[in-house]
Nanobody
């Protein structure tokens, strides 16, 4: 069974930085995309950043408007890991951050969407 495990969420002051990590289990044949979404209380889940693959190479990267210029996504493809470097954090960045992946497991030939359990990021003013 494929799992995504996030880590790195914590309480940080406004203006500070934080790095989130997402580790996927190893039973993966191919990655289609890896990224981060977030959901604040009372709001819908929104895209933070995503990397899309073409074959085994990175095809494109996109960011949500609210985080452009402040957050950077990176991936370690062989290790099946994704990272989110967050800088110049604002109180409105407070949310549960979810790792997301579109991937094909080893025991399947159909890509599916997977989610992690989420990690809480709280930015104090």
């Amino acid at each position: 069974q494929v799992q995504l495990v996030e880590s790195g969420g914590e309480l940080v002051q406004a203006g500070g930085s934080l790095r989130l990590s997402c580790q996927a289990s190893k039973n993966i044949f191919r990655l289609g995309a890896m990224g981060w979404y977030r959901q604040a209380p009372g709001k819908e889940r929104e895209l933070v950043a995503q990397i899309t693959y073409i074959g085994d190479t990175i095809g494109s990267t996109k960011y949500g408007d609210a985080v452009k210029g402040r957050f950077t996504i990176s991936v370690a493809t062989v290790e099946k890991a994704a990272y989110l470097q967050m800088s110049a954090l604002k109180p409105e960045d407070t949310a549960v951050y979810y790792c997301n992946a579109v991937l094909t497991p080893l025991d399947s030939d159909v890509p599916s969407v997977y989610w992690g359990q989420g990690t809480q990021v709280t930015v104090s003013s």
